[in-house]
């Protein structure tokens, strides 16, 4: 029998693909309920329509080259936006030092908002300060991915331009700049 989602071939019979797992004869329209509120969701959904919670993406399905982890069930206890300009002048004022929490902070909103851990203050934090700064480049850029890519999920209109703009800045070292821009991103996102 060969499997329609691999391709692989399997013995005659089989009610599961040996390669991916897939069961042969399975309805790829299955329903499916949010685990929060209980409304049908679309297969394959990650984040329910009605009461817009991570549901994650199907058990063993892959997101974007990512293996789908555990939803997000709760909302996080401090909150994920923030005022720009009063972010900008504390981080200027306490020369840089506030600016780790910000960056902490839209690190949090965009794992949660992806419903998977995939931004690391402290492993950023430490290759940075190995690389002497280095890494914050990439990771400017790598966070101004999540956002667009988090934009995809919701519906929100993409800014697409994003991520080389996050990259240009960074490197000119205008870094609060690329985080002010990303922030105001993350703070449409949440309806702020």
């Known amino acids: 029998m060969r499997c329609d989602n691999c391709g692989n071939e399997s013995p005659e019979g089989s009610r599961f693909c040996i390669k991916?797992?897939?069961?042969?004869?399975?309805?790829?329209e299955r329903i499916t309920v949010c685990p929060h509120c209980g409304v049908q969701i679309a297969p394959g959904s990650l984040f329910c329509s009605a009461c817009?919670?991570?549901?994650?993406?199907?058990?063993?399905?892959?997101?974007?080259g990512r293996t789908s982890q555990p939803p997000l069930s709760e909302p996080p206890t401090r909150p994920l936006t923030s005022n720009i300009a009063l972010d900008v002048v504390l981080s200027v004022i306490t020369c840089g030092i506030y600016w780790f929490f910000w960056q902490a902070r839209q690190m949090r909103a965009i794992n949660y908002l992806l419903g998977q851990e995939r931004y690391s203050f402290w492993l950023w934090f430490f290759l940075t300060l190995i690389t002497c700064g280095l890494y914050n480049i990439y990771y400017e850029y790598y966070m101004a991915q999540g956002i667009v890519e988090v934009q995809d999920l919701r519906g929100y209109p993409r800014s697409k331009d994003l991520p080389v703009l996050s990259l240009i800045l960074t490197i000119i070292g205008l870094n609060i700049v690329t985080d002010a821009i990303q922030q105001n991103e993350i703070n449409k996102i949440f309806g702020k």
């Open 20 to 28: 991916c797992g897939k069961e042969f004869g399975a309805s790829s």
């Open 52 to 64: 817009g919670k991570s549901i994650g993406a199907p058990q063993g399905e892959v997101n974007h």
